[in-house]
């Protein structure tokens, strides 16, 4: 039987994409996490002037127009800043990657309260604990440990029980 001629250029460019797919991965969760930390760099430091309410009206959407210009201005330099880019280039992966960003920032802060316990403890310490904790659960949902099936259990959840060593092995 005749080998066809079409497998191995088909394989090499199975093998090309795989490689270029894992590259890319890598590539957005590094941009991902410059921006998450650009996006954190700016709320904390509004945080730290007093300006709680604003952060909080930031990411509830109600802010004035003015106040999210700023912000998104301030976001969007120190993201240049970090990804070392310049030109229409930079300008390009800003504009894709800051509002998914912050759209997943939103979608967590929703989703976890964030903006009730802000609004209840308006203390500058707790409110940038409050980030930290907005900053690493909108991490996870950017970027979810695939495949390895590890999973955050909360801090009151009994811990699994160990399983018994099997048959014929000794611990």
């Known amino acids: 039987m005749k080998k066809p001629t079409f497998l ?91 509002p998914f960003v912050l759209e997943r920032l939103i979608k967590v802060g929703v989703s976890t309260g964030f903006f009730d316990k802000v609004k209840s403890h308006a203390t500058v310490t707790d409110t940038l604990r409050r980030l930290d904790e907005l900053r690493n659960a909108a991490w996870k949902t950017i970027v979810p440990d695939a495949g390895s099936g590890a999973e955050l259990l909360p801090d009151d959840a009994p811990s699994p029980a160990l399983l018994p060593p099997a048959a014929g092995h000794q611990a």
């Open 8 to 98: 191995p250029p088909l394989f090499s460019a199975a093998r090309a994409t795989g490689l270029a797919a894992w590259q890319t991965g890598r590539l957005f969760q590094q941009l991902a996490r410059k921006t998450l930390d650009a996006v954190q760099d700016v709320l904390r430091a509004e945080v730290q002037k007093g300006n709680v309410q604003l952060v909080v009206d930031f990411l509830a959407d109600k802010a004035l127009p003015a106040a999210k210009a700023l912000l998104l201005e301030r976001m969007a330099t120190r993201l240049l800043l970090r990804i070392g880019l310049r030109g229409v280039l930079a300008s390009n992966i800003v504009g894709w990657i800051l």
